[in-house]
């Protein structure tokens, strides 16, 4: 399985997305590659956001390895799921040339059994934006590992 979460920047949102997901992944002892990306490239080749990382580090998670890069058109066809921490991320993602190459496009709270729900962006906020995000983002990946399990079992 090939997971990229997406987010705007790629230093916040999907960062910790990534980040949760290989630690979630790593307890259960799946092999999946993951991966994160931004709809812009504003910040292409930075470290996640210092905030991010300290509420990730606070729950084990790492994002120290990774850096933010811009989504690219053939990333589409690369992975199975890709996943948005917001509509405006789902609408782009979407609308991008090859969006029917494979992957399958989804919203992030979606997976948590919170339809429609947007992951807000911390960026702006305090400490406690990004301990909120984080708690979204775990129940959203419990709830996407499960799935993709469940599915791989029975397929």
Known sequence: MRLLFVCTGNIC???TADAVARSRLAAVDLDWIVDSAGTSGWHAGEAPDE???A???ARGHDLSVLSAREIDPADLGRFD??????RSHLRFLRR???ADRGAR???MMDWAGEAGVDVPDPYYGGDDGFVRVLDMIERAVDGLIASLQGDQSRG
């Open 13 to 15: 949102r999907s960062p």
């Open 51 to 53: 905030r991010a990382t």
């Open 55 to 57: 509420a990730a580090a």
């Open 81 to 86: 799921q890709i996943i948005a921490m917001d």
């Open 96 to 98: 991008m040339p090859g």
């Open 105 to 107: 496009v989804s919203l």
